[in-house]
């Protein structure tokens, strides 16, 4: 169901569902972190008092303390400096009562000289206040027992293990480790290592408050981010969808996207990509319906035609009147045929450029080549037209052109064809080849009628009628299918009469030279 729900949801839907359980996931590790936090500090603070314990420990057994008020009342005195960083030090008999407290010592500094009579007066007043404060700090740390998770550690049944507890009293957070006191390997009682530790509620305030705030600012990042990716390609793309859905549909109230057209990124690529893509397609489709039109119109005429001869050559027995509508006959077939032809050639010729792929071709070569086969051709007809190549202008320089080689000898070959289809006999086609600033130009100049018409360019239309009485021998579509291969090389052809000095026509193309 998930899978389905993504595989039909929106990139933003997908996006949002993929976030959303990153931030879960985050969410729960970031909760189990927190937890964590205040465990493991007051742990490593724990074990920092068992340093002093085990330190503790190691002195009673090497200087052979006594365990009991006195003796551990004096050590406390003599060895004050284990404990200078905690707030309280405490140790138990077996019987969980206490026997000496860092709290009940006067540590001023006159207490700690090396009279004799000092040290014991600190020893009587330690022996006093134990009496009055065994089971409770000082003023120093505020009111906390520790006597009852004394007698609560005595009665486990292993004692080996350390106990750490955390508790919050007066607003003061305390961390207390109790632990056994071996001497010679026998439990002869208890320390208990207690410290006012309010640093560790502030890591773990300031540890909580960083995750919070990078949690949310993550959180920011991703909202933004999202409004972005929906703003600036998602709803664009959705925009192009919906353009391609209204095409598909020939939706006539098509609008362009002129604010993404504008867009320099890829979405304005794909804008203006998708848009000279749509309007090729409709000028393909215009072409193509106009094309049909001017077919069906030309061919109506040669089967009208077609259709009368052969209802009169059934009814005539005349042999000579059989023998002109056979020839009207054939005259009509061989005109459909061209016109079917030149037809599939075109169709064929716009599916070749949009599959093949262009590559860098010397057009001199090309030239060559297409002229020596004419000049092998024309040598065995009646007409004996020579073609010749003039490239003087190049001084030895290549024309170096981008497309489809096949296309280009097509292109050569119609206008030849049709130069010598228009020239009389014995007379020259002269090709010239120059390069003309960024172009490669190609002028093809006949000794034939001309152009009778007074807008030229309209030899380039399909189906043009007002030829010589030679054009029978063409469908008129040999120009218009050379216009549009050179259109699709990103060229242009021109056409034009010779000078009054000269007959003939001229014929001027221009391809894009590719270095």
Known sequence: MASNFLSSSSILKKFLVFNFIVFLVLSVFTFLYLQDIEPNLVNNRSKQHDKIIKNTSNHINRLNIQFNKKGITEFLLSTRFLFQNLDRVQLYDMNSIILADTDTLDLADDIFSPNESIQETSIDKSEEDLNVNEDSVSKKTGTFSTKNYVKEYSTKNNISNKLVIRETINNNF?????????????????????????????????????????????????????????????????????????IKEKDVKI???????????????????????????????????????????EIRNPLTSLKGASEVLESTQDSEKRRKLIKIISHDVERIERLITDYSQMLKDEATLSREKMKKIDLLNVISSVVEDFNNDLINSNKNIKINIDNSKLNGSKLNVLGVESKLEQIIANIL???????????????????????????????????????????????????????????????????????????????????????????????????
């Open 174 to 246: 305390y961390v207390v480790t109790i632990d056994a006191i071996k001497i010679n390997g026998e439990n002869k009682g208890y320390i208990v290592v207690s410290e006012i530790a309010n640093d560790i509620l502030v890591a773990v305030d300031e540890r909580k408050n960083f995750i919070l705030r990078s949690v949310f600012i993550a959180a920011l990042v991703i909202l933004i981010f999202s409004v972005f990716l929906n703003k600036y390609i998602l709803k664009p793309i959705r925009s192009l969808v919906l353009y391609t859905k209204a």
């Open 255 to 297: 609008e362009k996207h002129e604010k993404y057209l504008l867009r320099k990124d890829e979405v304005g690529q794909l804008s203006r990509s998708l848009t000279e893509m749509t309007e090729d397609l409709y000028k393909r489709i215009n072409i193509a319906e106009t094309f049909s039109t001017d077919l069906a119109h």
């Open 417 to 515: 064809d049709n130069a010598v289809s228009f020239s009389p006999s014995n007379s020259s086609v002269i090709v010239t080849c120059n390069a003309k600033k960024k172009d490669a130009q190609l002028i093809i100049e006949d000794e034939g009628p001309g152009f009778n018409e007074k807008n030229i360019n309209k030899v380039f239309n399909r189906f043009y009628s007002n030829r010589p009485e030679k054009f029978g021998e063409h469908s008129g579509l040999g120009l218009n299918i050379v216009k549009n291969i050179i259109e699709l090389h990103g060229g242009t052809i021109m056409a034009s009469n010779q000078p009054d000095s000269k007959k003939g026509a001229k014929i001027e193309v221009l391809l894009p030279i590719y270095k």
